[in-house]
């Protein structure tokens, strides 16, 4: 088997390559996205906290 043929997939490589593609993007995406969220709740919790601490007065 040679590099091309690995490499074509035996016809199948838009969908196997493709799929490897979508994977690692994937992959990629949602440790970002969620520290995204993450900073996002955390703000909401420190703005709600900072709130009560507020009307407690």
Request: overall charge positive; proline content about 2%; charged content about 25%.
């Amino acid at each position: 088997m040679s590099v091309a043929e690995f490499f074509d997939m035996g016809g199948y490589a838009l969908y196997v390559w493709g799929s490897f593609g979508a994977t690692a993007l994937l992959m990629i995406a949602e440790p970002i996205i969620l520290r995204s969220r993450r900073r996002s709740v955390l703000k909401r919790v420190a703005r709600i906290i900072r709130m009560k601490a507020e009307d407690a007065r």
